[in-house]
């Protein structure tokens, strides 16, 4: 009896079960023991490919996709430390609940824990960060054979989606050899007309009603995740402090000015409310997080806790009422109009101040140029923003806008692969789709560059606009600052890099437009995405001239109000 080729025709089976339940992208990092799975996806036209010589790189841009597409995207390695850079994507897929299919080859047993090369224990290797784990062992030639991988398969998707979304783990170990003999494959076959082998459908997100006391001093406090918990627009009784990342600052109640108006105490003192329906994750901005403490003054706030997934985002332990899902919203009575209208008056009043004095600065500045980018965008983009100060100058300077997609990786809150993550939005953009673009500082831009190894030849557009201070600044903002004596805090925190960051791009093929005068931003922005490819808008600011300005702008603002 010939013997028949499992290793082709298991890799072979796992792509097109994967095609039939939907996964239309894949990256893959190069490697040996990985080469059946990689000649399965390469040999699919379904399958848009891309292959990074960088696994940390390449995992982000398959979080990428996944953000983009709510599917999950393949992340192929080889064996040994592969597996390792895979590990802050994974956490980020993980604790921002995006869908992401991890494949890690592996050696097959015999070879383990015998010196065997580029050889590690990879079982569990990202323990609780995955839905699903699976270690099928190496393909064999059984009768059950087909089944068993088609299973494993639909289900990896399916794990990757159902319920609260993430990544899913599976380790697949290889014996040699590893490219087809030539022999008849192992027969799997798929279910007719390509149907799934097995059909996942995930239940409609539960929608619990509740009542709020709407004669109460009531506010909605909006996170990332939150446009899923409560999107209808008459569900917006009471303001609405909401976070760029929510997807629900836009609208009459939308408050955008929420951190300079806490920065006034009269303000702040005046306005503690008595129940705060907390929608999703928590706020980026700090003080809003400490101002809703219910140890600080002397009212004490119900906070109703409401997160789509049902996770504990709670970390004040101030929840008196926690609902996993959605929410319908009943309002007992009326709203108070006096306590309504005074935080619109008041947002009024400090965008006014905000905007003012951002077009009075005659250099760039973080938060203008992110207003700016955000403001200038056309509806349906996608907006990118890296964790540390971009995301903090977004909320505090966007005005409220609907039909922008904001985006960024506050799962983990890490700087970890924001270019590739970036790359992997615009890789799941199709032609004609609203544009990608990514703020970014110079720090995020230098830890990822690996991202842009073959960038400018992988047929994406996304423009990054970059914000090059020469080091940390959000640093500049915290204790350290004005605890250090200037040399140690500069080593330490500010920790400048001197980079000619154009000629890193020019290695790379990326064209840079650097732009000085605030006025010219967005002009050059609607340049680079009319033009195409991925380019980047070089902004130079200065840490020390920043913490300035945002003092300027809380002066502005309590002087309005």
């Known amino acids: 009896m010939t013997e028949r080729d499992a290793t082709t025709a298991f890799a072979v089976t796992l792509v097109d079960e994967w095609i039939r339940n939907g996964v239309t992208h894949a990256v893959v990092a190069p ?23 960088d696994e940390r790189s390449a995992a982000f841009v398959a979080l990428g996709i996944g ?15 592969a597996a390792a850079h895979l590990h802050p994507a994974v956490i980020e897929a993980d604790h921002g609940d ?21 050889t590690i224990d990879q079982s569990h290797i990202y323990r609780g960060s995955v839905r699903w784990f699976c270690d099928p062992g190496p393909p064999e030639d059984r009768p059950d054979a087909g089944p068993f991988w088609r299973t494993v398969a639909a289900r990896a998707v399916a794990a990757t989606t159902s319920g609260r979304a993430g990544p ?9 050899p590893l490219v087809p003999t030539g022999a008849p494959l192992v027969d799997a076959p798929g279910r007719p007309d390509g149907a799934p082998w097995t059909a996942s ?49 836009s609208g009459p109640l939308a408050i955008s000015a929420y951190e300079a ?39 004490q706030i119900e906070q109703v806790l409401v997160d789509p997934d049902g996770r504990w985002l709670d970390p004040q332990h101030a929840a008196s009422r926690r609902v996993a899902g959605a929410v319908a919203i009943t309002f007992t009575g009326d709203v108070d109009p006096a306590w ?60 409220a806008r609907a039909d922008l997609r904001v985006l960024a990786n506050r799962g983990a809150n890490g700087i970890d692969g924001t270019v590739s993550t970036v790359l992997g939005l615009a890789t799941a953009r199709t032609a004609g789709d609203p544009p990608v673009v990514g703020v970014l500082g110079d720090l995020a831009f230098l830890h990822d560059s690996n991202g ?8 994406v557009d996304a423009t990054f606009v970059l914000l090059d201070n020469d080091g940390g600044g959000i640093f500049s903002f915290l204790p350290q600052a004005g605890a250090l004596e200037p040399d140690r805090f500069e080593q330490l925190f500010g920790t400048p890099q001197g980079v000619d960051l154009k000629a890193l791009c020019a290695l790379h093929d990326i064209a840079v437009t650097p732009v000085t005068d605030p006025a010219a931003l967005v002009p050059a922005l609607h340049d680079s995405i009319a033009a195409g490819g991925v380019r980047v808008l070089l902004v130079r600011t200065d840490r020390a001239e920043n913490v300035a300005r945002h003092a300027a702008l809380w002066s502005a603002v309590a002087a309005a109000l």
């Open 201 to 249: 459908v995930s239940a409609a997100l539960p929608v619990t009603p509740i009542e709020l006391p709407a004669g109460a001093r009531g506010l909605i406090v909006a996170g990332w995740g939150a446009g899923r918990a409560m999107a209808s627009p008459r569900d917006r009784t009471w303001p609405v402090l909401a976070d760029p990342l929510s997807g629900l600052r």
């Open 31 to 53: 490697g040996s023991r990985s080469t059946p799975l990689a000649l399965a996806l390469a040999g699919r036209p379904e399958i848009h490919l891309d292959v990074l010589l």
């Open 340 to 399: 309504r209208d005074s935080w619109v008056d008041a947002e009024k009043r400090a965008r006014v101040a905000l905007d003012a004095t951002l077009d009075g600065f005659d250099s760039p500045f973080d938060g203008r140029v992110a207003r700016d980018v955000a403001a200038a965008l056309p509806d349906g983009s996608t907006l990118f923003v890296a964790s540390s100060m971009p995301v903090r100058e977004l909320e505090h300077c966007m005005t």
């Open 168 to 176: 899913v783990h599976l380790n697949l170990p290889f014996r040699e």
């Open 98 to 118: 995006v869908p992401l299919l991890v494949c890690t080859a592996d050696r097959p047993p015999e070879l383990r824990d015998a010196g065997a090369g580029q």
């Open 67 to 81: 953000k983009a597409t709510g599917r999950p995207a393949v992340i192929l390695c080889t064996s040994g430390s």
């Open 452 to 459: 842009l190894l073959g960038a400018a030849r992988r047929g």
């Open 261 to 299: 108006l806490l920065r006034v105490p009269g303000f702040a003192d005046a306005h503690r409310p008595d129940v705060v329906l907390r929608v999703g994750a928590p706020v980026t901005s700090k003080l809003v997080n400490q101002w809703l403490d219910p140890a600080v003054g002397d009212v």
